[in-house]
């Protein structure tokens, strides 16, 4: 007897889960009001761009999420677990990695001294690693922090907290005020990084920059996301983008 032909009944995908979730968001500085209702994610090995004028609230929302600024409400998930009234110190635990717009390397140690101070975790970034992917740290071990160029600052600021190991990288525009030979150079490692699966949460003005590299854009505008722009629709969109961003 033949038995007839059964077509496997169809997998069942299950929806993305995503990576952080940020539900809510609100912040303040005093008692001013500067975050309304943010919601926003970020997907396992996602690039993903907040982009809007001066003032409009990224950095901030990069800092609630870290818990760097703690006068917030909402929900700030990660991995699955609610993060929202950890100190920053166990966020970063869990793996995320947050490089602000200061470049947080230490001025007073030599570059390699600041290399070798963040303990790496299995997986994180080696001296060798870093040196590799940025041949001017190596050139520069002995000098101090203090005597680098906004960009090697950049670098060192990227591959020090490389060495934790973390899921999600936050950048707080990492092209400001840098040569187009740094910013190409920085962005071919965050495609890279990409690669390897790491996401990556992306505050840029330079939007030439952050269509490259991201999968999807959320528009800041006075506190508020007021649009979201997938990478297939930057082209037909471009008009928009360029809107938001003009002052
Ligand atoms: N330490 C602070 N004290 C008071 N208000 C602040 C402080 N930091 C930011 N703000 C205000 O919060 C709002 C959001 O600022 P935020 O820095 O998050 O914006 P941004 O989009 O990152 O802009 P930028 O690119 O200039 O950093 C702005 O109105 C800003 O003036």
Known sequence: MTVPHVAPAPAVIPAQTPLLSVRDLNAYYGQSHVLHGINLHVNPGEVVSLIGRNGAGKTTTLKSIMGVHRQRTGTVTFAGQDVTRLPSNRVAARGLAWVPEER???????VRENLELPPTRPGGWT???AYEAFPVLRERGHHPGSKLSGGEQQMLAIVRVLRSAPKLLLLDEPSEGLAPVIVQHIGRIIDDLRREGLAVLLVEQNLKFATRL?????VFVDGEIVDEVRREDVDTRHADLLRYLSV
């Open 214 to 218: 991201a999968d999807r854009h959320y």
């Open 127 to 129: 001296s060798e690693r």
């Open 104 to 110: 947080a390397i230490l001025s007073s140690l030599t």
